[in-house]
């Protein structure tokens, strides 16, 4: 027979792994956000700059992670001790010994010091990378690298030393009663209001403005890497909001028992409506300003909803997590046109009115909608002990004054000198060719239609058949010049029908033009615009011996769709013709 034996567990060790289990589960959803960083903001911007946008997103983490991770952490430590009343020598400034650490779990084993600290850090590069977004379009890299830096090893640090970090004391605003759980203010408010405030320090991008300060639109390249990059950070901010409810076992008289996940029900409950209500309330006044439901307000408004949500969803009603979703994200289009049309600062990816202002709606208003110890509601709106949640309204305007203070000095300070050095802004001809270019030597969309068709001699396959490409000419035949203009969707067709009839050899150019097509209304955040120059590709090819009839046909065959749109074919003579390499000339050279 076999033998139960009863096993002895220690209830602090499950406590401990458990909770390191779930920190860890959270970093790493915090860290994912950052795909969803890149992705929201470079479908934000031209094609043009869309690999600065993705390297500034790289860069952002591996700098401000290195800096955060030898200084930055000591540094909130140190000044959040400084103010709260504890203890802190200056020698503590290095990461080390960051309140929860010390150099000798180096080598003893512990892990927690450790996890908690990369915890710290994810957030701290959150706030970092909002700022990109902002400055996108016409800020030099080495500028905006830079200002990470200094966001990394001090501002970002002071500002959580004064609501979350003091060791052997509590943190100045939080000792006044100022509430901020996952980061409403300290993270997406500073990283908004920094975003803001560089944005206006560099001034707009070229053309974004006429002359008599009418706001000019300026779509983004990509709507779907918006979208998708919106919903990425969703997917993320369940690490953000429900993560930092990282405790959630504490071991008491020998046994287990809830600690922060006490909560986590009305976390992940007020996560998830701000979220859905931000993006009702986004579409319904863009729809109420603009006649449709624009897209993009949507996706950012459901982002906005998360922010408004951030710092209160530990404290909030399920009333209060619809309400504040739906406030955030309703101010979103508001605000972006009171800063593009009134404060004339061209926030490229509207960072403010995501990050900044909603941060600082949800975190002042809260009390409205407050519980009360585990009740389902209370607040001033549901008729609670209104005098107790009215009183929360002070320090939480105190805290979020102090913290936009400090954010926009520091920040203007920043940028301020390097606007003075010349080494804010990139130059105008960089400016318009695209800091792809400018600042890293490539261009993320090199081609046109489908690469695989190939169009310069050799065998291609396609679909079973196998041409064998040549260049045209070799007889005493008279040269002419076939342009097409066609869809850009058509071009693969064309170069495969070409390849067919035997004319391989062509040039191809992007171009744009209006003719039969009828003009479009095109909308960018609310902003309509006419399209009355289409995006065409011109296909240019000279032929000798291949009948010209059979080039046009089968560009005519392989470009038609039968809607106004599909192009043009027009046949020109050729005078001669001259090979560089070899020097033929007439249709030997073609």
Known sequence: MI????????PGVVAEGTNLLWALVAIFLIFFMHAGFAMLESGQVRAKNVANQLTKNMLTWAIGIVVFFIAGMGIANY???????????????????????????????SSSGWVMWVFSAVFAMTAATIVSGAVAGRAKLRAYLGYTFLLALV?????SAMVWYAPGGIPLLTDLGFHDFAGGMVVHGVGGIAGLTAAYVLGARMDRYDDDGTPKVIPGHSMTFAVLGAMILAFGWYGFNVGTAATVFIAEGGELALDAYAFVGRVVMSTTLGMTMGALGAGLVAWYMTGKVDTLYVANGLLAGLVGVTGVADVITPMGALALGLLAGAQL????????????????????????????????????WSVDGTAV??????????????????????GTVVITVWTVATTAAVWGVFKLAGQARVSESHERDGLDLS???????????????????GVRTDGGRVYDLRPDGGTESALAMVTAIVRPDRLTEVKGALAEAGAPSLTVTNVSGRGSQPTKTGQWRGETYTVDLHQKVKIECVVADTPV??????????AHTGEPGDGKIFVLPVTDAFQIRTGETGTEAV
């Open 549 to 558: 009839d059979d080039v046009v046909a089968a560009i005519q065959e392989a």
């Open 377 to 398: 509601g209370d607040g001033i709106i549901a008729g609670g002990i209104v005098s107790i949640e009215a009183a929360q309204f002070a320090p939480q305007i105190i």
């Open 333 to 368: 289009p508001i605000v972006f046109k009171f800063v593009e049309q009134y404060l004339k600062i061209d926030d490229v990816c509207a960072v403010f009115p995501v990050h900044g202002s909603a941060g600082v709606l949800g975190i002042v208003l809260y009390p409205l």
């Open 439 to 457: 600042e890293h030597g490539v261009d993320t969309y090199p081609e046109f239609g489908d690469p695989t068709a190939a169009t310069d001699g």
């Open 3 to 10: 033998e139960h034996v009863l096993l002895e567990i220690d």
């Open 79 to 109: 000044v959040g001790a400084s103010l709260g009343g504890g203890s802190y020598s200056l020698g503590d400034l290095t990461m080390f010994d960051p309140g929860v650490m010390a150099l000798s779990d180096l080598t003893d084993g």
């Open 155 to 159: 501002i970002y640090p002071v500002v």
